[in-house]
């Protein structure tokens, strides 16, 4: 396939922002996919060269690729610099400059899908002495063969700021739209890409053999999509959802999803990034376990002895960082405890019900890795006891889990219910992403910073949609940090899936989560949430760098949580 074809289909999603519409360009340009080039275009849809768990990123810096537009079209290093400050976007100087090149180059290939990515490719992982300039060689080369408009979108994914405003749920529409002229192929190929996380592997697979799909079978080293927690409010409520169930402590700590596979071991973070390397104890433990093969997840947290007290995420990772690896798991040691077995030599668990897997669970007794605590209640007075033990412990509450359910993977459903101490106290919070934010007027002109516009996700219409400014919350020190990351990540107009009635003193890439508290949620016709859902009283309460922008609040919790549950 040409590469001008996708971005000519990539020009007209920029200006689409319904999502039917949306899915039927992208069928008729996946109608016109070979199998090998699938997947690939898939990662290019997502802006991303392979997932975030390989560890191999897009990798060329602004700098370099004005270097290679210029080299390329025979403008200076000057002229570039200055059509970007004025247009605030690279993609579109790379645009005008090879529509006006001054230099032609002598022999032109027309640029065909798999290889660009090929050479992306190259350029992520070409190390060593020299590399950068034949990085930028390689870069320069693309745009030598490229038209105006591709050179658009291939400065642009180079960058990592594609944009599109297509998010992973019409890509799984338009994948079945494309191959079966419907969506019934939708459920399976979601089932799929929750439990390995790949949606190129995903996409690759339906085109060359379908048949595989619905029994797509979970694999050590492609991670799962965590299975997340419902809320709900007390004792009572929870044993009328689930009836006898499973109570389990809830630890706040460092989720991860350990693998093994003979001696090769790996940990991935809840946002699935690979973090063996924080981990050394652990690893070296789950290396010994006696299986082949298995795949589990746990929470770990730093352990005081001295004191008989945990450390939380934020104490242990920053432990870690600041004090070194090997220092910080001498003086606190890890504890991991593991709270769901998924996969052991060779069969896959998660269509089991909780309690197998839970009697795997309760296998972990070793030093560092331990099954969580838990117990089976009956009625409500069980539930509640086992609640207020866990907050006489200094944990953050319980979590209670159906006996019956599978693992569900990327989903937020009954199968778990969190019910922590701060529910019913004005305490509710949600995890929302910054699009935005102001500049300090009055006291906090010194700052430069006075405060964000942030979003949550509509998954009906795959888009983000704006519930709050937040201004209060943040200590001096953090209004700082926040600010210097916010520059980082400013783009020069509203990002393309966000619906928004208001403005900002500045847009920024959707990607930083934060948790706000608020006093109660209401209707305003400000805010584009659902049927205009606001925040009443926002405050910032912390970064969440555990989350991503596919772990935010949805509008459907915003309703729940407005009516209280
Ligand atoms: P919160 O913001 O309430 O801490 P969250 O939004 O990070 O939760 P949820 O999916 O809502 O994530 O809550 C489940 C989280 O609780 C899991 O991600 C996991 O990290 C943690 N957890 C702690 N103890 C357990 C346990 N025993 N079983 C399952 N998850 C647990």
Redesign the pocket.
């Known amino acids: 396939m040409r590469f001008l074809k996708v971005a000519h289909t990539f020009e007209r999603l920029e200006k689409t922002s319904g999502r039917l519409e949306m899915t039927s360009i992208l069928a008729q340009l996946f109608k016109e996919t070979s199998p090998e080039e699938i997947g690939k275009l898939v990662y290019i849809l997502q802006g991303i060269l392979l997932p975030s768990y390989y560890g191999v990123d897009l990798g060329l810096g602004e700098k370099f690729v004005m270097e290679a537009i210029s080299s390329s079209t025979g403008y200076s290093r000057k002229e570039v610099e200055d059509c970007y400050k004025h247009k605030g976007d690279l993609g579109d100087c790379a645009e005008h400059f090879v529509k006006n090149r001054r230099q032609l180059s002598l022999y032109k290939e027309e640029l065909e899908l798999l290889h660009v990515y090929d050479v992306m490719y190259k350029i992520a992982t070409l190390s060593g002495a020299g590399s950068v300039q034949s990085k930028i060689k390689h870069f320069a080369e693309l745009l030598n063969n490229a038209q105006p408009l591709e050179a658009r979108y291939l400065v642009r994914y180079v960058l990592g700021r594609l944009r599109l405003g297509v998010g992973d749920p019409t890509i799984l529409d338009a994948l079945s739209l494309a191959k079966y002229g419907d969506r019934s192929w939708r459920d399976a190929l979601e089932r799929a890409y929750n439990i390995c996380a790949d949606l190129g592997l995903v996409a690759r697979t339906f085109f060359e053999s379908p048949e595989k799909i619905p029994s797509f079978k979970v694999q050590p080293f492609k991670p799962l999509m965590?299975a997340?927690?419902e809320r709900l409010s007390s004792p009572e409520e929870i044993i009328k959802k689930l009836g006898c169930c499973m109570v389990?402590?809830?630890?706040?700590g460092f989720?991860m999803q350990c693998h093994k596979q003979g001696e090769r071991v790996e940990i991935y973070s809840?946002k699935l990034e690979r973090m063996t390397h924080m981990f050394p104890d652990v690893v070296e433990e789950v290396r010994s376990l006696p299986y082949k093969e298995i795949i589990f997840e746990g929470?770990a947290l730093a352990y005081n002895e001295r004191e008989d007290r945990y450390y939380s995420f934020q104490e242990t990772m920053h432990r870690r960082r600041k004090h070194g690896i090997e220092e910080a798991s001498k003086e606190f040691p890890l504890r991991v405890?593991v709270?769901d077995v998924l996969y052991v030599d060779g069969v896959d668990f998660t269509l089991k019900p909780y309690k197998e897997r839970r009697a795997w669970v309760e296998k972990f007794s070793y030093n560092v890795l331990r099954a969580?605590f838990g117990a089976i209640a009956e009625n409500a007075r069980q539930v509640a006891k086992l609640f207020n033990s866990a907050i006489k412990k200094g944990l953050e509450g319980i979590?209670a889990k159906d006996l019956n359910a599978p693992y569900t993977a990327g989903k937020?459903k009954f199968a778990?219910i969190?019910l922590?101490k701060s529910y019913g106290k004005g305490m509710d919070t949600i995890?929302a992403v910054i699009v935005g934010y102001y500049l300090g007027r009055g006291a906090r002109a010194q700052f430069e910073f006075g405060g964000v516009l942030v979003a949550v996700y509509n998954d009906e219409k795959d888009r983000l949609e704006t519930i709050a400014k937040v201004a209060s919350g943040f200590t001096e020190e953090e209004m700082v940090e926040l600010k210097r990351q916010l520059e980082k990540i400013t783009i020069p107009k509203k990002p393309n899936n966000l619906a928004s009635n208001i403005e900002v003193d500045f847009w920024v890439e959707p990607q930083i989560v934060i948790e706000v508290a608020y006093d109660e949620i209401t209707i305003s016709h400000l805010h584009t949430a659902g049927k205009g859902y606001a925040l009443r009283f926002p405050r910032f309460i912390q970064k969440r760098e555990d989350k991503s922008l596919a772990d935010i609040t949805t509008v459907k919790e915003v309703e729940e949580l407005m009516k209280g549950k």
């Open positions: 965590p997340l927690a389990e402590m809830k630890y706040d989720r809840r929470e405890f709270f969580s979590m937020r778990w969190k922590k995890d």
